[in-house]
Structure formats: C-alpha cells, structure tokens
T-cell receptor, first 113, second 115 residues
Framework: AQSVTQLGSHVSVSEGALVLLRCNYSSSVPPYLFWYVQYPNQGLQLLLKYTTGATLVKGINGFEAEFKKSETSFHLTKPSAHMSDAAEYFCAVRGFSDDKLIFGTGTRLQVFP | DSGVTQTPKHLITATGQRVTLRCSPRSGDLSVYWYQQSLDQGLQFLIQYYNGEERAKGNILERFSAQQFPDLHSELNLSSLELGDSALYFC??????????????FGSGTRLTVV
C-alpha cells in the first residue's frame, strides 16, 4: 500500500525566500510521485511528476523536486517565492501498476511581502 | 481550462435528496476518476472508470454510484444525502492506465452543500 505524509499543514515565507514543502512517501513498489497545486476555488493542477529516470524533476512556475529513495522523500522547492505562489500544495503517490493517486493532507503556503 | 469539464459548479440540496454530478474528460482520455475533498477527510479516492468499465473502487459509500458512458463522460450519483456529504467533488481524467498513467488532469470541481 502507498501513503504520503506532508510535514507542516501551513508554511509561511517572505517574498523572495526559499520555498521548501516536505513530502515523505511509503510504498511497497517503485512509486510514481506527484506534486499538485490548488488555488482557491479551483481544481488541482499538476506541478511536476517523477516516474523513472532523473531524480531531480523540474516543473512549472519554477518549482522542482528531488526523489530520494534512501530518505523516501520527494520535497518540493522553489528558490524564490512569489506572491502568486500562495496556494495549497498536495503531494501524491501511486504504485507502478495502480492507477489511483493517494494524496497527502496538503500544505498551505502563505507568502508575505 | 484543464479540458476536464464538471457540471454543475455548485449544488445546494436538502438531506435525503439525490443529485447527479457530471464530468466530461479531456479529449482523448479514457480513464475517469472521482475524488471527494472535505476538510476532515482530505482528498479521498472514490472510484475509477476506464473506457466504460469500473476499474478501481475506493472509499465510496453504498449510497453513491457512478458510471461511464460510451461517449466517455461520467456521472456520479449521490443519494439519501446527509449533511456529512457536503464536500468538493472532483473528477479527473488520464490517457491510459497502469504504466501509461503519468498523472491526472483535474476538473474544477462541484461544490455540494447539503442543508
């Protein structure tokens, strides 16, 4: 079975500061890992995904994440936060042969001027 | 616009009633997923259809049912509604299944309020 844990339900950063959102996964099979973003009153938008290959994955809006098997982590980072990054971020996992995504509880990112 | 269309956007109904939520997947996507998002449960997988057939079932109540039609649109039926069914219901679609499933595209959701 797969699961994800997002550490920190709320993260606050200043504009221009580093964004780090943490995600740890549990999977009995090689995982596919995803980060989604949800803006208020909208659906979820795919930021980036790891399937196989390069462990550093670049996504949209300047975000990237690194798959670290030894740490069972897939943390999301962005070097410099913008006000427009304020949203809720969800980490998700699925097994290789399992289609459904299992989502974490989400991290709400606040960006202060 | 993600390409996944959900209607209606908002729905207010009374306890005990029945509602139908509709989803049209992105063009070319054969698989449809339904999720429920609530404050206390987070994002919960309900059910998946692939090319008209049920493929996986999650935490879907017996009062809820779904189907996918030949034109690939899907409907989620919720009956005997309770206050606790109030939530955002998302539909998502993907091109393939298994190894060909590289992530979903989500619709903007239907917000259901049961009063």
């Amino acid at each position: 079975a797969q699961s994800v844990t997002q550490l920190g339900s709320h993260v606050s950063v200043s504009e221009g500061a580093l964004v780090l959102l943490r995600c740890n996964y549990s999977s009995s099979v090689p995982p596919y890992l995803f980060w989604y973003v949800q803006y208020p009153n909208q659906g979820l938008q795919l930021l980036l995904k790891y399937t196989t290959g390069a462990t550093l994955v670049k996504g949209i809006n300047g975000f990237e994440a690194e798959f670290k098997k030894s740490e069972t982590s897939f943390h999301l980072t962005k070097p410099s936060a913008h006000m427009s990054d304020a949203a809720e971020y969800f980490c998700a996992v699925r097994g290789f042969s399992d289609d459904k995504l299992i989502f974490g509880t989400g991290t709400r990112l606040q960006v202060f001027p | 616009d993600s390409g996944v269309t959900q209607t209606p956007k908002h729905l207010i109904t009374a306890t005990g009633q029945r509602v139908t939520l509709r989803c049209s997947p992105r063009s070319g996507d054969l698989s449809v997923y339904w999720y429920q998002q609530s404050l206390d449960q987070g994002l919960q997988f309900l059910i998946q259809y692939y090319n008209g057939e049920e493929r996986a079932k999650g935490n879907i109540l017996e009062r809820f049912s779904a189907q996918q039609f030949p034109d690939l649109h899907s409907e989620l039926n919720l009956s005997s509604l309770e206050l606790g069914d109030s939530a955002l219901y998302f539909c998502a679609s993907s091109v393939g299944v298994g190894a060909l499933n590289y992530g979903y595209t989500f619709g903007s959701g239907t917000r259901l309020t049961v009063v």
